[in-house]
């Protein structure tokens, strides 16, 4: 059926047609039809496609007789006119596809208009007509999990533009896949307003840094540790306040009610499931609360309990009118294992073991350190100990110590060895690397140009 | 000078934020496309439109980041173009007051399953601030139903440094060496 194999699509150009018979044509042309027909300025089409119907449309048509051009005519009823071809409404994609042949062959029939219209038409080379196979192979890229390859049969091309067409067989396939050119702003030059970005306050890089220590520490990279360097490099989770908190986490999921950490000095902490947040009377933030994490508690010093009802009710009104003190719950426990481990890691896990990031913690509410997105998205991609991750990434173990003390804290790694595996994609090319490091240093520095 | 062109598309279920995370880091006001449809007839190209959100950034004279936000429809084969000239990845965006959440991530993720696969999948979780629930520990284990390991954050889509955080990690899962 699209046997016209001598030229590339046939040039068209569309005379007075009715919006309604216009949408369908775009339609087509866009979709199914694309090889078959190419929309050109009217001097350089090879066939005029109008819409009988259309007042007006006839005169437009005589007026061009002369050019000795064929035509498409669209009408209702049937039109028997020279060097014409009609084609009944309701258009169908069969019968455009049939006009589409015939129009060629009334070319080939011509060629001094093919010729004419060649040396008008001078500076588009024309493609060849793609075949058969080819032209699936333009048709089936589906990249959205639609199958992706309709049907062996060429029929299956031609799509249905009307449901009430009755002599096609070819049964009205909604899945195969219409590939449409759609206006794609960035091939196209369109005005656009900018927009003026209040350039964000920063922290200033000092009190970023000493945060950083106090999350991080200061421990300077270790290659081979001696039993000496492993007495620095590692901590006793169960000296710390952090082990409490664990317990009450353990707590509070199994209940599924929400626990109170009473703390040193009347303070204390409220872990609260139901909306998975926890609310602190001590600033996360605070110098107090740094040591109380990163210095052993004694026992009974900090203790469990689970509020009634009523009690219940009252810490969480407290909670509402102190929104400083509420965050997100795993974002109490992760600032909690940094401050406790300081860029050191537990005594209690394997650190030659090969682990991978099972889930990424939720970065957006979470405080951040150096090159933590780095080593979430690689640790992500493939196994590795803390030594090996650091080492692919050329950054400060300290950093991936931490990462790894508060995301084995929160239960993110798969540590499970026969479910490990590579995930890394292919080296991405150099070019794409600039690009998105320029993309990252406009988005990092708080939106400017 | 060629220009480098290279495209982030943000998807997601009607009101989910993909307007106004396009608008937290773009350079130009977003435009919806269709209003562009009367030069595109101009042009007489036979393209479809598609009322489509878009933003940019540009990085330099020749470097440009385009965002495109999807329009509410059922299917996305139109897109198929416009992400295969230079698409770096999709964002999609999930409201977590919507009443079904995890069919909303099966059905985004399974239309744009194949470009998943070549690209990567980073998906931001809106108006937790309305809703607390589902946590983020439901949608880390619905992605792993789904075979899907993409990072999963919750963000305010009218927050800059929330939605920049979903394009650091766009593009470090693509490139963990990237450096800035
Ligand atoms: N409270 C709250 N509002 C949000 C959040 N994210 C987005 N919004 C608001 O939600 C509304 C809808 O956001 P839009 O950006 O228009 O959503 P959209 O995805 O473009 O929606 P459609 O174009 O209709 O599909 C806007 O008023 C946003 O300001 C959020 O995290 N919390
Ligand atoms: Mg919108």
């Known amino acids: ?449 | 000078m060629s220009i480098i062109n290279r495209k982030i598309i943000f998807t997601g279920p009607v009101g989910a934020g993909k307007t106004t995370a396009i608008a937290a880091i773009s350079d130009i006001k977003p435009i919806t496309t269709d209003e562009y449809a009367s030069d595109m007839t101009k042009s007489r190209k036979p393209q479809t439109t598609v009322a489509m959100d878009y933003g940019l950034i540009r990085l330099s004279e020749n470097e440009r980041v385009h965002l495109y936000g999807t329009p509410g429809q059922e299917r996305f084969d139109f897109m198929w173009d416009i992400l295969t000239k230079g698409g770096i990845g999709l964002i999609l965006l999930l409201d977590n007051t919507r009443k079904d959440p995890q069919q909303d991530l099966r059905f985004y993720t399974n239309a744009f399953r194949d470009f998943i696969e070549k690209k990567q999948l980073v998906v931001g979780v809106t108006r937790m601030d309305m809703q607390r629930k589902p946590g983020l520990a439901e949608y880390r284990q619905w992605l792993e139903g789904l075979s899907l390991q993409s990072p999963v954050f919750e963000i305010d889509a009218r927050s800059h440094k929330d939605v920049t955080m979903l394009v650091q990690a766009l593009l470090f899962s693509l490139d963990p060496g990237v450096t800035h």
């Open chain 1, 1 to 449: 059926m699209l046997k016209h194999t001598k030229t590339g699509p046939l040039k068209v150009a569309l005379l007075s047609i009715s919006p309604h018979n216009r949408a369908i044509l775009e339609f087509f042309f866009a979709g199914a039809g694309r090889n078959l027909f190419k929309v050109v300025t009217e001097s350089e089409a090879d066939v005029l496609i109008v819409d009988y119907d259309h007042p007006g449309a006839r005169d437009e048509w005589e007026k061009r007789a002369h050019s000795g051009k064929p035509g498409i005519v669209l009408s209702v009823h049937s039109v028997d006119i020279p060097n014409g071809i009609w084609i009944p409404k309701p258009l169908t994609s069969k019968a455009l596809t049939e006009a589409a042949n015939q129009a060629s062959n009334m070319l080939v029939a011509q060629p001094s208009v093919s010729r004419q219209v060649d040396a008008l038409a001078s500076t588009k080379e024309t493609e060849p007509l793609p075949s058969a196979q080819s032209l699936f192979g333009s048709l089936s890229p589906q990249p959205f999990g639609v199958s992706s390859t309709p049907s062996k049969k060429l029929r299956s091309l031609v799509l249905n533009l009307t449901e009430d067409e009755e002599e096609d067989t070819t049964p009205a396939t909604p899945s195969v896949p219409v590939v449409e050119t759609v206006f794609d702003p960035a091939e196209n030059d369109i005005s656009m307003e900018e927009i003026a970005r209040p350039v964000e306050p920063s922290i200033p890089p000092e009190v970023a840094e000493r945060r950083w220590r106090e999350l991080c520490g200061e421990h300077e990279d270790v290659h081979n540790p001696s039993a000496w360097h492993l007495e620095v490099m590692l901590f006793t989770p169960e000296n710390y306040l952090l082990t409490n908190i664990l317990d009450a986490l353990r707590l509070t999921r199994q209940a599924d009610e929400a626990v109170q950490i009473n703390l040193p000095n009347g303070h204390f902490a409220l872990l609260m499931p139901s909306r998975c947040q926890a609310y602190c009377t001590l600033d996360t933030r605070s110098d107090e609360f740094s040591m109380l994490c990163n210095n052993p508690v004694q026992t009974g010093q900090v203790t469990l309990h689970i509020p009634s009802s009523a009690e219940l009710n009252q810490l969480q009104t407290q909670a509402e009118e102190n929104q400083s003190g509420l965050q997100d719950m795993e974002a109490f426990v992760w600032v909690i294992s940094l401050l406790t481990s300081r860029g050191r890691m537990s005594r209690s896990i394997d650190i030659n073991q090969q682990v991978s990031l099972k889930h990424w913690p939720n970065m957006t509410r979470l405080e951040q350190f150096p090159h933590i997105m780095r080593i979430a998205a690689l640790w992500n991609q493939r196994p590795g100990n803390a030594f090996e991750i650091a080492q692919a990434l050329d950054i400060p173990q300290r950093y991936v110590f931490a990462f790894y003390t508060a995301a084995s804290t929160l239960n993110l790694f798969e540590m499970d060895q026969t479910k490990l595996k590579s995930r890394e994609k292919e080296k991405p090319k150099e070019e794409s690397r600039g690009l998105f490091s320029r993309l990252l240093k406009r988005l990092l520095g708080g939106g400017r140009k």
